[in-house]
């Protein structure tokens, strides 16, 4: 349970003070009733005890909602993605109204919603925080992707889940633990995660969502993707010229929408990346880059570690 009190402990630096207070402001659809006072990346906001009409503008906090049992009334989509989760089914997507794109959230479909609470990143829209605070209570999470776990905790107070937000995350937690205890072997089994790009390529480091993920199993990495000496532990990029360094026991690979797609078949139809170790052994695993890359929650987590067993359990 440690990884879990860190989480826990970052998330109660960042001021996750819930607090009852009298009347919300006569903001949005928030109207008056109980409030709680929810200390973020922006500063504190008081936001409803229970937010009926939510909008997220972040891949992580769809997940992060739909995760939790709320619907959000809108949402914003991540650019070539051009959609929200389907790990989640059509039916939790239903009803759903998009409100523009992660670094452009469309303010007037915002405003039209009546919104009582809206969830966002300063990482991906500062800028809007004051017109989005016009709209309705905004709960700001600093980072994307490194603090993953804090920003689902912070979230889950912003929604009123604060106590299912903590136990998800130590179940999905000790799932991983599990899994990776079951292996008997896991930190010699060397996990390559490589992600296609409209204009690159990309290697993904410990630090990434799903670097993160890989880490929590005891899952072994790459010497080239630990990013030794690097500050940013995220990811690093590679040429297709270089795209033996993406090697090796287990390849996971994705692509950021249609452009990416296409590079991906030119790359891998190679004779560069056919040579692969793991190419050549048949552990090269093409993967939903929805769940690896731009899920970034509890339940796009759960569905990384459904496609481990699936490839490394056997």
């Known amino acids: 349970m440690r990884r879990l009190a860190v989480a826990l402990t970052a998330a109660l630096a960042l001021g996750v003070g819930l607090t009852a207070c009298g009347e919300s402001d006569p903001v949005g659809g928030a ?55 389907t790990y989640f089914g059509a039916e939790k997507l239903a009803g759903i109204t998009e409100v523009g794109v992660l670094t452009e959230p469309d303010l007037e479909a915002i405003n039209a919603l009546n919104p009582d609470l809206i969830l966002g990143s300063k990482f991906r829209q500062e800028k809007f925080y004051d017109e989005l605070s016009k709209i309705a209570p905004t709960v700001f999470t600093e980072k994307v992707g490194i603090t993953w776990k804090q920003n689902f905790l912070l979230d889950g107070a912003a929604l009123g889940k604060e106590q299912q937000a903590k136990d998800l995350l130590a179940e999905y937690e000790k799932r991983a633990k599990d899994f990776g205890a079951k292996l008997g072997d896991a930190a010699s089994r060397k996990v390559s995660i490589v992600r296609f790009m409209p204009t690159e390529i990309r290697l993904y480091g410990p630090d990434s969502f799903s670097g993160i993920v890989v880490g929590d199993t005891g899952l072994g990495r790459p010497e080239r993707q630990l990013l030794a000496g690097k500050e940013d532990k995220r990811m690093d990029r590679v ?60 339940g796009a987590a759960n569905k990384i570690l459904d496609d481990l067993e699936k490839y490394l359990a056997a």
Request: hydrophobic share 40%; no cysteine.
């Open 31 to 85: 109207g008056t009733g109980e409030t709680r006072e929810i200390t973020h990346a922006m500063g504190t906001t008081k936001v409803p005890a229970e937010p009926k009409r939510v909008v997220v503008l972040d891949t992580d906090k769809i997940d992060t909602a739909l995760s939790l049992g709320v619907t959000p009334v809108g949402a914003a989509t991540a650019g070539e993605a051009k959609s929200w989760p």
């Open 239 to 298: 040429s297709p010229e270089r795209i033996a360094e993406a090697d090796g026991d287990v390849v996971f690979v994705t692509a950021y929408g249609e452009k990416a797609a296409a590079e991906q078949a030119k790359v891998t139809g190679g004779t560069l990346w056919k040579g692969l170790s793991a190419v050549k052994a048949g552990k090269a695993h093409v993967v939903s880059d929805e769940i690896w890359m731009t899920g970034i929650g509890v």
